[in-house]
Nanobody
Framework: QVQVVESGGGSVQAGGSLRLSCTVSGLTFDAVAMGWFRQAPAGKERERVSCIDTIARTDYADSVKGRFTISRDNAKSTLYLHMDSLKPEDTGVYYC??????????????WGQGTQVTVSS
């Protein structure tokens, strides 16, 4: 059974930083691409924030480029998202997700429960 567990969310003032972590079990972590998603309040659509493949190639949403950094530690089966210069519009529930394949694409199969990030102005 695959388990995906996020941690590290919280409340921070605008301009601050947070680091999210995601620990995965039940699959071969270094063989799959991983991603971070977020969903803002008020029913907005879930947005893909970033993805990292098995050879550490990354992509980012335009809204977070230059501020967020995705990374992975395969020895710990852990994914990270380091968020700098946070803005109130970064507020939302952040989800970690795993694909079944080594490359980044649209379909993610395994999802965590999410962790709340709140940025106040």
């Amino acid at each position: 059974q695959v388990q995906v567990v996020e941690s590290g969310g919280g409340s921070v003032q605008a301009g601050g930083s947070l680091r999210l972590s995601c620990t995965v079990s039940g699959l071969t972590f270094d063989a799959v691409a991983m991603g971070w998603f977020r969903q803002a309040p008020a029913g907005k659509e879930r947005e893909r924030v970033s993805c990292i493949d098995t050879i550490a190639r990354t992509d980012y949403a335009d809204s977070v480029k230059g501020r967020f950094t995705i990374s992975r530690d395969n020895a710990k089966s852990t994914l990270y998202l380091h968020m700098d210069s946070l803005k109130p519009e970064d507020t939302g529930v952040y989800y970690c997700a795993a694909r079944r394949y080594s490359w980044c694409d649209r379909a993610f199969t395994y999802w965590g429960q999410g962790t709340q990030v709140t940025v106040s102005s």
